[in-house]
């Protein structure tokens, strides 16, 4: 696999964990409160929106790095 097919893969996969855990995790409490049933709900939860958001993340964000480069009017490398 080519070194930069492969970086956008490992990046897809740990952008992610790391907004899809802190956004279930903020929803989850908003929702839910912090109960005793808090963590079975955000685990579900997280675990449906990593398998929704990775790919999600893997195909739209080189569509959003297009256009960010056409509103400020670089080339994103």
């Given amino acids: ?3 930069q097919k492969k970086f956008h893969l490992v990046f897809s996969f740990v952008m992610g964990a ?3 855990i802190l ?3 903020v929803i989850t409490w908003v929702n839910v409160g912090l109960g005793a049933d808090f963590m079975q709900k955000w685990i ?3 675990g449906i929106a ?3 958001g990775v790919p999600v993340i ?3 964000a080189p569509i959003a790095r297009k256009i ?3 509103i400020l ?5």
Avoid: D, S
């Fill in 23 to 25: 956004m279930t995790f």
């Fill in 1 to 3: 696999m080519h070194p």
């Fill in 58 to 60: 893997f195909f739209l």
């Fill in 68 to 70: 960010t480069g056409r």
């Fill in 50 to 52: 990593y398998l929704v």
């Fill in 73 to 77: 009017g670089v080339n994103p490398a």
């Fill in 44 to 46: 579900k939860a997280f």
């Fill in 18 to 20: 790391m907004m899809i």
